[in-house]
């Protein structure tokens, strides 16, 4: 446990940067888990819908320096990918 005040203050801080933080992570995983649940199951403009979120929630995860801008970059264009060649539905 810190001692002076500023190192209080400093760890409040970092709680509460810490929980905020896990909170826009979590949000990106299950993001993710829609999206891949998404090719499986449902029509082409659902899909599109879902990858349009998914780099919605990427791009501001990136832009509040959460993940890295490249780590964001490389997620969007693997699972891009993904959806080009799951199998289209009607």
Known sequence: MPQRRTSIKDLR?????RLK????KNK???????????????EKQAREESLKEMCKVLDRAASKKIIHKNKAARKKSRLSKLMKKAPAKK
């Open 21 to 24: 933080n896990l909170g826009v």
């Open 28 to 42: 990106l995983k299950t993001t993710i888990k829609k999206f891949k649940k998404s090719l499986e199951s449902t």
């Open 13 to 17: 801080q970092s709680k509460k940067r």
